[in-house]
């Protein structure tokens, strides 16, 4: 009997050395970076100049799949909550509209089909650079030359500090001169738009989204509605 208790683990240890687990090894992840530009024709259809602006928030990013179900698209990587995203859906780099970069995170490899995003009117933001030797930088203070005496060989970069003021309510600033914009009644600021993409291991997606501005923008009396248009590239 001993011996044969001897045996028996000799037997076991074929099975057990090539013995496999069903779990599979989970896959990495890859990236997606969410961008938006204006649609090109926008220029000349409401007749936009350099200089012009219209301001929009944007939050409450999100990737779906086809089940329905949903990853959160953060502002960067390191972020883990949602943030406003503000941008001059206006600015121009040229001729061309900028594409301003409004998600990016982490992703599972899969295919994803929609793209919803909430978008309201924000207040235009007016950056003037005051020039008063007082708001000169330093490394990360600014000098109050207010105190006496104040040490001038402090000063290692000549950068002023912006004076930075926001309109007390949404404008619209279109060929030069600013109208009211608000959100329509009629109009939902959740937006969905179909696009379909790939995420790939340990790889970046870019994904673009294109503001209609004009489907966007409708003029009621010396005012604009507005109804937040988006499409995929």
């Known amino acids: 009997m001993k011996n044969f208790l001897k045996i028996i683990p000799f037997f076991l240890l074929p099975f057990l050395l090539n013995c496999t687990t069903p779990v599979s090894p989970s896959p990495e992840p890859g990236v997606i970076a969410l961008k938006v530009s204006t649609e090109p024709t926008a220029r000349d259809s409401l007749g936009i100049i350099d200089g012009d602006a219209f301001f929009v928030k944007i939050n409450d990013v999100r990737a779906y799949r ?3 179900d949903y990853a ?4 960067t990587l390191g972020a883990y909550r949602d943030a406003d995203r503000i941008i001059n ?3 121009l780099s040229g001729n061309s509209f900028v594409t301003n970069e409004i998600g990016r995170t982490w992703l599972p490899p899969e295919e994803f089909v929609e793209i919803r995003l909430s978008v309201y009117t924000a207040p ?15 490394t990360g203070l600014w000098i109050d030359t207010t105190q006496t005496p104040w040490d001038t060989t402090a000063v290692c970069d000549t950068t002023y500090k912006p004076d930075t003021t926001t309109t007390p309510s949404n404008v619209l600033i279109l060929g030069g001169a600013s109208y009211p914009v608000q959100m329509s009644d009629t109009a939902s600021p959740v937006v969905t738009v179909a696009s379909t993409f790939d995420i ?12 209609d501005a004009a489907a966007s923008l409708k003029r009621k009396l010396d005012t604009y509605e507005f109804f937040p248009t988006f499409r995929a590239e």
Request: hydrophobic letters at 50%.
């Open 89 to 91: 859906t206006f600015k």
């Open 72 to 75: 959160v698209i953060y502002d």
């Open 124 to 138: 235009v933001v007016d950056t003037v650079i005051d020039t008063v030797i007082a708001d000169i930088e330093t």
């Open 66 to 68: 086809a089940n329905g």
């Open 200 to 211: 790939a291991e340990h790889d970046t997606t870019d994904v673009l989204l294109i503001f």
